[in-house]
């Protein structure tokens, strides 16, 4: 399946009906009065997270999303159907922005979560509502407001617990299909992996979301490789994996630059908690193992686990510690949704 995680969409609510201006005429009736029926609201254009997506690519095909206009009220006091609403069905995590891309209109975490887009129009009232006591054959009825149109731009955040980091050919997608059912494809040169990708990772009988986005080089904030705008997709993990390649030369300074990209990303990357692993310890030897460690333990500040995705070396614990990290920050967060003020 593709991925897009940008689109730009046209949306259009109905318009509501017209109200109508008729009166009773029956044999023997006189002055059988107004009875000009409402018109029906226009349809609203509604965005909805559902679960199984995790991409926007149908709205590279279908841009524009029009709802349904109101009906026209008749005599005999018949209202006008509603015009129906219509779903833009989104992957959860998607942000929905105004034209400019700024201005935040909602943003869809949870399965089911909706947002209306534009709202309907109102239907017109028809000639039986303006009946009053002075006025008995009122001639007036409302015409239905117009629907509203606005340009919107979708920005798909993936949700993950974890983020796996790194240079390109640190053996990312490798560990992600080693612990998933992910296939990512893996190649030994740069850049193979084109676009994030999730998997279901499990340790202990529990499970969590990790995704494997594209490698990070120094100056990909300035656009370099495929630049940083992969990181989007991490932005929500509570915690990522930092892969470091055992066989490049130094291991320290290959963490360095991805610390440094990620600093000059913002967006709170630098802040999150990090989990650092050699990676590729199947083809070192000790020796070589032992060196790069100490590296990485003087760039990062604290010793890395050693692992190896090839052989699942060392991985258990690479997700053990996630899990852990990951429980915690649930924790931390669940109290504070549950307090609630009594009193
Ligand atoms: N010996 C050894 N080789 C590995 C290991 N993990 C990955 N590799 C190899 O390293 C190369 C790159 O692996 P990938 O998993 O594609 O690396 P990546 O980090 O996803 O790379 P990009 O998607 O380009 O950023 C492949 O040739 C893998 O076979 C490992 O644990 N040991
Ligand atoms: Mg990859």
Same mark, same amino acid.
């Given at each position: 399946?593709?991925?897009?995680?940008?689109?730009?969409?046209?949306?259009?609510?109905?318009?509501?009906?017209?109200?109508?201006?008729?009166?009773?005429?029956?044999?023997?009736?006189?002055?059988?009065?107004?009875?000009?029926?409402?018109?029906?609201?226009?349809?609203?254009?509604?965005?909805?997270?559902?679960?199984?997506?995790?991409?926007?690519?149908?709205?590279? %095909?279908?841009?524009?999303?029009?709802?349904?206009?109101?009906?026209?009220?008749?005599?005999?006091?018949?209202?006008?159907?509603?015009?129906?609403?219509?779903?833009?069905?989104?992957?959860?995590?998607?942000?929905? %922005?105004?034209?400019?891309?700024?201005?935040?209109?909602?943003?869809?975490?949870?399965?089911?979560?909706?947002?209306?887009?534009?709202?309907?129009?109102?239907?017109?009232?028809?000639?039986?509502?303006?009946?009053?006591?002075?006025?008995?054959?009122?001639?007036?009825?409302?015409?239905?407001?117009?629907?509203?149109?606005?340009?919107?731009?979708?920005?798909?955040?993936?949700?993950?617990?974890?983020?796996?980091?790194?240079?390109?050919?640190?053996?990312?997608?490798?560990?992600?299909?080693?612990?998933? &059912?992910?296939?990512?494809?893996? *190649?030994? %040169?740069?850049?193979?992996?084109?676009?994030?990708?999730?998997?279901?990772?499990?340790?202990?009988?529990?499970?969590?979301?990790? &995704?494997?986005?594209?490698?990070?080089?120094?100056?990909?904030?300035?656009?370099?490789?495929?630049?940083?705008?992969?990181?989007?997709?991490?932005?929500?993990?509570?915690?990522?994996?930092?892969?470091?390649?055992?066989?490049?030369?130094?291991?320290?300074?290959?963490?360095?630059?991805?610390?440094?990209?990620?600093? &000059? %990303?913002?967006?709170?990357?630098?802040?999150?908690?990090?989990?650092?692993?050699?990676?590729?310890?199947? *083809?070192?030897?000790?020796?070589?193992?032992?060196?790069?460690?100490?590296?990485?333990?003087?760039?990062?500040?604290? *010793?890395?686990?050693?692992?190896?995705?090839?052989?699942?070396?060392?991985?258990?614990?690479?997700?053990?510690?996630?899990?852990?990290?990951?429980?915690?920050?649930?924790?931390?967060?669940?109290?504070?949704?549950?307090?609630?003020?009594?009193?």
């Amino acid at each position: 399946m593709k991925f897009l995680d940008e689109a730009k969409v046209y949306i259009r609510s109905g318009d509501g009906g017209n109200g109508c201006v008729s009166f009773r005429r029956e044999k023997f009736i006189e002055f059988g009065g107004p009875n000009g029926g409402d018109g029906g609201r226009g349809g609203d254009v509604i965005a909805e997270a559902v679960d199984g997506l995790n991409t926007l690519i149908d709205y590279r %095909y279908q841009q524009h999303f029009k709802a349904r206009n109101g009906r026209a009220g008749m005599g005999k006091d018949r209202h006008g159907a509603d015009g129906e609403d219509i779903f833009m069905k989104v992957p959860v995590g998607t942000q929905i %922005y105004e034209e400019d891309g700024e201005t935040l209109l909602a943003d869809l975490g949870h399965v089911g979560e909706r947002a209306v887009l534009a709202k309907g129009g109102n239907g017109g009232f028809g000639n039986a509502h303006f009946k009053t006591s002075t006025n008995r054959a009122p001639r007036r009825a409302n015409p239905g407001q117009p629907g509203n149109e606005r340009t919107i731009r979708l920005r798909l955040k993936l949700i993950a617990d974890a983020g796996i980091v790194g240079l390109p050919n640190a053996g990312k997608s490798t560990l992600l299909a080693a612990v998933s &059912a992910a296939k990512p494809k893996i *190649a030994d %040169y740069p850049f193979t992996t084109l676009h994030p990708q999730l998997g279901v990772a499990s340790i202990d009988g529990r499970e969590f979301v990790l &995704a494997d986005i594209p490698g990070l080089i120094e100056g990909a904030h300035e656009g370099l490789g495929l630049g940083d705008r992969f990181l989007g997709h991490v932005e929500r993990c509570r915690v990522l994996l930092h892969l470091v390649d055992g066989t490049g030369d130094h291991a320290g300074k290959a963490y360095k630059t991805v610390r440094s990209e990620l600093e &000059a %990303y913002g967006e709170g990357l630098a802040e999150k908690p990090e989990i650092v692993a050699l990676n590729k310890a199947d *083809a070192l030897s000790q020796e070589q193992i032992k060196e790069q460690t100490v590296r990485l333990r003087r760039a990062a500040g604290k *010793a890395p686990l050693v692992v190896s995705g090839a052989t699942g070396e060392g991985v258990p614990e690479v997700l053990r510690a996630l899990v852990r990290i990951i429980g915690e920050a649930q924790r931390a967060e669940r109290p504070r949704a549950a307090v609630g003020w009594e009193p």
